[in-house]
């Protein structure tokens, strides 16, 4: 497997993909943003993917300084990391969430498309760039980046969970989401109780035809 393909884990990345009107889902995102990395080089073993030994001693200095918490530093770590190493998606990748956390929502989502673009068949990367869409308002760009991501691992907890929240809550297709809030919970051995009372909700939310006929009647009553 590439070097890219291994820059990066799945198991970390929810923490960063939930919406802001979830804060008992967004944590911490640069704590989070640490941990993604540390995991991530960890994950390159020398028998799958023999590694340039400039590209890897490169990698582990921006990774020292966003560990030490001198994310100037590893910011620009990964962007010469990314300039010389194009074809390294997980470098672009790092960049682009360090990016995002920064509000730079724009360079975030150029660095996570040269992330997909270098390892197009990593769904974590389309994840994110789902994620960073979403933070710029581009909500069917996220759409398609989340379904893209899903189509590739449809076993992908963390895509199906961002997917319904960008229904539910940005695109009003409750009824989907609905769909993806109970396969991520399907997914999560663990649980997640708030996405179970998000589920329970929209299950006991009433579709909108009904709702718009209680509030004619309640008008028509109220008139009498």
Known sequence: MKFAEHLMTLALFAMLGACASAPEVVKKPVEAVQQVVTTAVAAVTPAEAPVNPQ????FDAARAHLRAGRVAEAER???????RYPE???????????????????????????????????????????????????????????????????????????????LDLYLGDSA??????????????????????????????????VAQADVKLTKKDGAR
Not at 77 to 83: E, K, M, T
Not at 193 to 207: C, F, Q, S, T
């Open 88 to 166: 390294l998606g997980g470098a672009h990748a790092n960049l682009g969430l360090i990016l995002r956390n920064a509000g730079k929502h724009d360079e975030s989502i150029a660095a996570l498309e040269q992330a997909v673009k270098a390892s197009p068949k990593q769904a974590v990367f389309h994840n994110q760039l789902g994620v960073s869409y979403r933070h710029k308002g581009q909500f069917q760009k996220a759409r398609n980046a989340y379904e893209q991501a899903i189509a590739l691992d449809d076993n992908y907890a963390d895509a199906h969970l961002n997917l319904g929240v960008l």
């Open 176 to 209: 989907l989401a609905l769909t993806h809030y109970e396969r991520y919970l399907a997914l999560s051995p663990a649980g997640d109780p708030a996405v179970g009372k998000w589920v329970a909700d929209l299950k006991n939310r009433k579709p909108a035809s």
């Open 77 to 83: 770590g990964f962007r010469d990391v990314s300039a």
């Open 55 to 58: 590209a890897q001693a490169a």
